[in-house]
């Protein structure tokens, strides 16, 4: 009996050693599999296996959501601040000077300050007068700039100045029976282009004027009907203009001087206006008014208008646009290295009386 009890307190003492290992066997197993679950946590997960609830499932607490990189796209440039609306700007060709019309009263005439944001100097008025000049040009070599004036004729005139003479008086390059307005000038800077409107005509006509002899008169470019704005390429064979011969709203076509041929450019309901050409004679921007901005049932001038980009040299020329609809872009203006155009994208709100002179870096030629 004796015996008998001996045997089964040690089978009991075995069975419970037998449990006891078992159960430290369990144990580190199941501590080795969590570490390793872990371990596989942190390989699908990159950073630290601290996982926030709002990071999503390649995100960790520690390594927040960063933003994305801006897209490799042209953000504008605000380049004028003052208070004053700039209604009409010239720049340089090498983009160093800005002429530019102020709207402020007591600040009429024209005036000269630096187009290049790093390099700034205090404006310079050029041209002292009670009414305010127009559409001023800036001659290739950067010496002599013509604009339009009322002073002698309320219908606009062209003037030509020189940009260093604080003392020089304009001189008047036309008469009084016409109308006349946007100057440019021809890559050589010899010929001064404009459009002019004849007394009894509604309709203006491109012109043309030779600025070395001081006697010659200006004559017509046959377009095969009406033409306004003109703007010659740099290689002075081609000139761009507006016409509404097919559409009251105005299109862009393209004159080749040297054979009197016209091709439409940029045609459609869409008014556009101020043609401008890239420096290297591939394209010509433009103000686009295509959209009833502000909601009055019409697009007129009072909306906001849009800078669009045609390619000369195809066959089916197709304008896209280059700025956003959300602000306006108007008249654009091309140096060497930017494209600048007027905009209301951080002035007041109206295009037609209140701009600021916005740039666009060059990847946009």
């Known amino acids: 009996m004796i015996r008998y009890r001996q045997l089964m307190?040690?089978?009991?003492?075995?069975?419970?050693?037998?449990l006891l290992i078992?159960?430290?066997?369990?144990?580190?197993?199941?501590?080795?599999?969590?570490?390793?679950?872990?371990?596989l946590g942190k390989l699908?997960?990159?950073?630290?296996?601290?996982?926030?609830?709002?990071?999503?499932?390649?995100?960790?607490?520690e390594e927040k959501r960063k933003p994305p990189k801006p897209l490799p796209v042209n953000r504008p440039v605000q380049i004028t601040f003052e208070a004053d609306p700039v209604h009409y700007a010239a720049v340089s060709p090498s983009g160093r000077w800005l002429v530019h019309t102020s709207g402020r009263q007591?600040?009429?005439?024209?005036?000269?300050?630096?187009?290049?944001?790093?390099?700034?100097?205090?404006?310079?008025?050029?041209?002292?007068?009670?009414?305010?000049?127009?559409?001023?040009?800036?001659?290739?070599?950067?010496?002599?700039?013509?604009?339009?004036g009322t002073g002698y004729d309320v219908k606009g005139d062209i003037y030509l100045?020189?940009?260093?003479?604080?003392?020089?008086?304009p001189k008047r390059l036309t008469g009084?029976?016409?109308?006349?307005?946007?100057?440019?000038?021809?890559?050589?800077?010899?010929?001064?282009?404009?459009h002019q409107a004849r007394p009894g005509e509604t309709q203006r006509h491109l012109m043309a004027l030779s600025l070395d002899n001081p006697d010659s008169q200006s004559f017509p470019l046959e377009t095969g009907?009406?033409?306004?704005?003109?703007?010659?390429?740099?290689?002075?064979?081609?000139?761009?203009?507006?016409?509404?011969?097919?559409?009251?709203?105005?299109?862009?076509?393209?004159?080749h001087l040297e054979t009197g041929r016209t091709v439409p450019l940029a045609r459609g309901p869409a008014r556009d206006l101020f043609p401008v050409w890239s420096r290297d004679g591939r394209y010509i921007y433009f103000s686009r008014f295509a959209l009833d901005t502000d909601r009055d049932g019409e697009v007129t001038l009072n909306d906001r208008s849009v800078i669009y980009r045609v390619q000369v040299n195809d066959q089916n020329p197709s304008a896209y646009p280059i700025t956003s609809a959300s602000y306006s872009a108007y008249q654009p203006v091309v140096s060497t290295s930017h494209l600048y155009f007027l905009s209301t994208r951080k002035g007041v709100s109206s295009p037609l009386t209140?701009?600021?002179?916005t740039m666009c870096p060059t990847g946009l030629q």
């Open 44 to 61: 699908m997960i990159p950073g630290s296996a601290k996982v926030s609830p709002g990071a999503g499932p390649f995100h960790t607490l």
């Open 176 to 194: 009084r029976d016409t109308e006349d307005g946007a100057p440019c000038f021809s890559p050589d800077g010899k010929t001064l282009y404009f």
């Open 354 to 357: 209140g701009r600021t002179l």
């Open 225 to 255: 009907g009406d033409g306004a704005f003109p703007s010659v390429s740099p290689d002075g064979k081609r000139c761009a203009f507006v016409s509404v011969r097919d559409d009251p709203g105005g299109d862009i076509f393209l004159l």
């Open 22 to 39: 078992t159960l430290l066997v369990l144990t580190v197993f199941s501590f080795t599999a969590c570490s390793k679950i872990k371990s």
């Open 161 to 169: 100045t020189a940009m260093n003479g604080r003392d020089a008086k």
């Open 9 to 18: 307190h040690n089978l009991h003492r075995l069975i419970w050693r037998s």
């Open 106 to 148: 007591g600040s009429q005439g024209l005036w000269l300050r630096s187009a290049d944001p790093d390099h700034v100097f205090l404006p310079r008025r050029l041209i002292e007068s009670d009414e305010t000049p127009s559409a001023p040009a800036v001659s290739p070599d950067a010496r002599w700039i013509a604009f339009v």
